[in-house]
């Protein structure tokens, strides 16, 4: 028993490729054969900024059209995208985010509030700030265990089998 930020004694094996990731023991490790590239982590930022289109995120991100399209695959083969077709002659596709796509988004929201803690803006470019939709008032992401509405913390949490 460890706290996260213990050492824990787990064998992973020897020489792992990042294509056996997802069939290591470890959640982090299976997750990250999912999103585990920045690309694949700003295709999905877009996603829920609204974008939809191949045309659009190529835009957007600078990416070549080979790796987008790669990266767009392997999204919607692990059920986190969907291919929509919304055009006929030539048949065209816009990607929705799933059910297990929007699962993602607490993961994308802490990630946010890490990043502009601890890499923040140059000082030029106004911030990306999340607000309630409801009171338009900010909006600060806390991890809480949902039983007891306490915040996770490595002090007051351990990983164990």
């Not at 992973?12 to 470890?26: F, I, N």
């Not at 930022?45 to 695959?73: K, S």
């Not at 994308?108 to 803006?121: D, F, N, Q, R, S």
């Amino acid at each position: 028993m460890s706290s996260l930020s213990e050492p824990v004694k787990v064998r992973y094996r020897w020489g792992m490729r990042w294509q056996e990731l997802k069939d290591e023991a470890c959640p982090v490790a299976r997750a990250m054969s999912v999103i585990g590239d920045r690309w694949t982590l700003l295709v999905l930022r877009d996603c829920f900024r609204g974008v939809r289109r191949f045309e659009a995120f190529q835009e957007r991100l600078g990416i070549t059209r080979h790796v987008l399209a790669d990266r767009l695959r392997k999204l919607v083969d692990a059920g986190v995208l969907s291919r929509e077709p919304y055009q006929d002659g030539p048949v065209r596709y816009e990607y929705r985010l799933t059910e297990t796509g929007r699962a993602f988004h607490p993961v994308l929201v802490t990630l946010m509030a890490w990043g502009e803690k601890v890499v923040p803006c140059d000082g030029e470019t106004p911030p990306l700030r999340l607000v309630s939709r409801a009171t338009g008032e900010p909006v600060r992401p806390v991890v809480v265990d949902e039983a007891t509405g306490e915040p996770i913390t490595p002090s007051n949490v351990r990983a164990e089998r």
